[in-house]
């Protein structure tokens, strides 16, 4: 089975279409196709179904990717492993990471990165922390450095490196910012706006409402933290942000039996080997988190 054919099915299912897969791959649309169409004869079955534009896996193409995700993995692994034998710190580091944590936790890290290892080709990819995971998951990407899940999935590795305190903030002339007598009761009768309901965050505000027996008044949502603050500091509604993004635009509110927090670290594939610029960067993570 060719792997450059399994790495061209694997980019269509990934984008949805035969010219996203070309620009990933840096392909011609005509040359995608012919990769496919190689690979369809090969193993004797269709793998995709073309509606119009619209590119959808058949169910031999669902039975299939989990299996090319695996040779693939399989090979880079190998490749990892041999590379590793020379025991230098060089090639290429694939990294996750969310905006957050790239704007306001990793520039010292990398900064010392590439400056102690030149070798190194440093990929880093910027998306939410759910996607990041999955980036791990896959394959796609040596370490990602996110808000770690409350509860990982059994095949992730996962390492805190930082507690990042979250308040509950509003817009400084917001009623609940200047009211010193303020519930969870309360709060939860004025509009929010939360984190997106698929993120790590959002989970760990929600359980907390719950707990209580509580229902927030979600207004709106949005994954980035920036705009959230941008939201609240106009008065539209009050969130909960990590207290590093805390300034005069926004208030803290006044909650002194609530205690809230979230993890930021980064997470490895348990069945991966590390090349020697991961374990590298690693080591430089590790050094960020707090002694004991």
Known sequence: MDLANLSA????????????????LYLTQPAISKRIASLEQQLAVRLFDRLGREVTLTEAGRALLPRAYQILNVLDDTRRALTNLNGEVSGRLTLATSH??????LPPV???????????????QFLDSEAAYDEVLHGRAEIAVITLAPEPHALVKATPVWNDPLDFVAAPEHPLASNQQVSLADVA?????FPGGNTFTHHIVQRLFESQGLTPNIAMSTNYLETIKMMVSIGLAWSVLPRTMLDEQVASIALPDIQLS???GYILHTE????????????LLDSQAPAG
Request: glycine share 8%.
């Open 100 to 105: 957050h944590i790239g704007l306001h936790r």
């Open 262 to 264: 979230r993890q930021l």
């Open 272 to 283: 991966r080997t590390l090349s020697n610029a991961a374990k590298a960067f690693m080591a």
């Open 110 to 124: 990398l900064r010392a990165f590439t400056r102690q290892y030149p070798a190194v080709a440093l990929d880093i």
């Open 189 to 193: 009768q004025h509009p929010a706006v």
């Open 9 to 24: 099915f694997i980019a269509i299912a990934e984008t949805g279409s035969f010219s996203g897969a070309g620009e990933r």
